[in-house]
């Protein structure tokens, strides 16, 4: 309590607004609920804010994105990722996330000046020739400018808003005690493992922050995709870039949202929306690297319908272990083999308790419901969501490190069906899934495979006499120790320890009042309300120390 205290209080401003909105929202009742034992909760105490009957009228889930969005980006953000688990949310709550922007007023130009003067070492405009002071476009991190170079190439400056890394590692910290907390407050939402959601949330959001490691995420996907004429990535100019800003090329292309200005170009949309799948998904499963948010913001269309892709600070990483998972699942998929996807399920699940008969009942069910369905009809996000719901239903959870998969699948769906309404992610993840597959299988992957197993088992058989001496070793010295993780016993030990401290405080409060009523026999010295001022004193403890232990008495009996 006391290290939550202290690590809190700096954000103390932030959490009082946090509360506040909450209560407003109709939510006072789940920061009690959390913050029993903690800083967070007694903040709803400070907020004499009172909820609108109009407001109390509206669904939970309603209210919840209104609080989402009033809480600002970090906020938003995270809920933007939450809309897609549907492990966690049922339904109406995923669609209610899905409607959350990340929108904010531009920032004048004079309030960016410090920054950018800080980032280049003088004045921009000694820097950039024809330096647009309106921006173009912008979002919660940073927004964007138009300039030229010196030589009169024309580029575009992204420039991160001020004081917003304080604002957002606020955001961020109290994020991470909300996460402790729900764990030990909620213990039902253990396997969702929130401390693990939030902490990949908080990696990405604060790579998002350095514009400058955006800068080399672009220019990685650039070297991935340098044999492919159809996708282009911005170019960096390394000299002006920096943490808090990004200078790269100027695209000229047509923005993604407007169709009509593609259609009247003479561009192939369904083209474009087969180029566009591919490249995110050879990111995905071929490259392990993968743009996290291509959404029609994010895209350029460009002369012979080939793409742009920008804004790339939202990466995702997937281990090659895990590609393998994602390729098994998804033939699983297509083969229809029950049996090979409950086993990657229950390999995702990890150490959850698993009635293994329902969830293959329950798969079997979920397959033949897409048995016989037009592929055109078949939509990838709702096959995912109706996945996911039967892992929400059989107490399992998606891990962590596939959330940001998840979203940017669902979102490039979301591109293509709007490129072209008969657009099938899964007729594109085919023939990924079949190349890892046989590449899984090629002599060179086996021979690969092989040698790092005959490796590990060389190495285990030549450590285990050293192995061994060790511990025959540790336990001549007496230092041979052995861990047993008894919850039970722990839970006792809790108990006997918080029954010790009450009985000290007892016999303190017994010894305080014995000697105050010695000292109240003495006369002579200082006296309060003409008694002696000591013993005065004493029998005030005394009483004080008995409320206190009255209270952890009530309250360990309540527990």
Known sequence: MIRETISVMR???????????LMRYGWGDVAKKLGKKSLIGRAGNWINSEVSRE???????????????????????????????????????IAEFSKLQDQVPAVPFEELLPELEHALGKSPFEVFKDLQTEPIAGASIAQVHLAKLQDGTPVVLKIRRPNVRDSIEADLRLLSHLGRLIESEIPEAKRFQPGKIIGQFSKSLRRELDLALEGRNTERFGRNFADDPNIEFARIYWDHTSEGLLVMSYIDGIPGNDLEAAEKAGLDLRLMGERGANAVLKMVLIDGFFHADPHPGNVFYLPGSRLAIIDCGMVGRISFDRRGEIADMLAALVSRDVDKLRDILIIWAENASIDESKLSADIDEFICNYDNAPLKQVRFS????????????????????????????????????????????????????????????????????????????????????????????????????????????????????HSTNRLTMALITAALIVGSSIVMTVQGGPTIFGLPAFGFLGFFLAFIIGIMLMISVWRAGRD
């Open 11 to 21: 954000d103390l401003g932030r959490l009082r607004a946090i509360a506040g909105i």
């Open 55 to 93: 407001v109390l009228q509206l669904p939970s889930e309603v209210r919840a994105r209104m609080a989402i969005q009033e809480l600002g980006p970090t906020f938003v953000k995270l809920g933007q990722v939450l809309a897609t688990r549907p492990d966690i949310f049922p339904p109406n709550w």
């Open 382 to 497: 709702a096959l995912l969501n109706d996945l996911t719901t039967i892992m929400r239903e059989n107490h399992l959870a998606v891990p962590p490190d596939l959330t940001m998969l998840f979203k940017a699948l669902i979102t490039l769906e979301g591109l293509g069906r709007q490129l072209d309404p008969e657009f099938q992610i899964i007729r594109h993840l085919t023939p990924f899934v079949k190349k890892i597959i046989i590449d899984r299988y090629m002599p060179g992957a086996l021979f690969k495979r092989g040698r790092r197993g005959l490796e590990n088992l060389v190495s285990a058989v030549t450590g285990l006499p050293g192995d061994v001496s060790q511990v025959l070793r540790e336990a001549a010295r007496g230092r041979l120790t052995i861990n047993l993780d008894l919850k039970r016993l722990d839970h006792f030990g809790h108990q006997l320890d």
